[in-house]
């Protein structure tokens, strides 16, 4: 609803002129959308792996719960602006920032990779991931996303197996 009083020369008010809009087909798209947007940021949450947005920089814009919790942060606002170098050794953010920056400048996405993190601390863990340009609606890209899972425990026993079988021979 838009209003504004009339006046006469006097300056007094003679009378008011408005108009009504029907905006409910905007406000059901409006609460569409938000439902849509919340289902998939429970998807997002939920879903067993780490998800993740970085810049151009290679800097966090969005993750996954399972990201932050994969860094040991609580909320994955958390991440916001920061950059793997914040969190792992050089011998893993250095060859994964140069990941990034190929798939930026190429276009081209790697799938499955096989990462050996070595964090800030000192322990070890394995990833499979795979990293993707980030296009806008344009096409333009402005950086990468990417999702890794956790498979610390299968590299672990298939070198424990390894170690065994060169033990039986």
């Known amino acids: 609803i838009r209003g504004t009083v009339v006046r006469n020369r006097d300056g007094k008010i003679?009378?008011?002129a408005g108009s009504m809009i029907n905006i409910s087909l905007r406000k059901e798209a409006e609460a569409q959308v938000e439902e849509e947007r919340y289902l998939l940021r429970q998807l997002i949450d939920h879903?067993?792996?780490?998800i993740y947005f970085k810049d151009l920089h290679s800097r966090f814009v969005m993750a996954n719960k399972g990201m932050a919790e994969w860094i040991g942060l609580t909320e994955s606002s958390e991440l916001i602006g920061k950059h793997d170098r914040d969190f792992f050794a050089e011998d893993h953010w250095k060859p994964?920032?140069?990941?990034?920056?190929?798939?930026?400048e190429t276009g081209t996405p790697m799938t499955d990779?096989?990462?050996?993190?070595t964090w800030q601390e000192g322990s070890e863990t394995w990833v499979l991931t795979s990293k993707f340009p980030w296009r806008g609606r344009h096409g333009r890209i402005?950086?990468?996303f990417g999702v890794s899972s956790n498979v610390t425990n299968l590299v672990k026993a298939r070198r424990?197996?390894?170690d065994l079988a060169d033990q039986l021979q």
């Open 14 to 16: 003679y009378r008011i």
């Open 47 to 50: 879903i067993p792996v780490q």
């Open 96 to 104: 994964a920032e140069q990941d990034e920056l190929r798939i930026i």
């Open 113 to 117: 990779q096989l990462e050996h993190e």
């Open 142 to 144: 402005k950086g990468t």
């Open 160 to 162: 424990e197996a390894t």
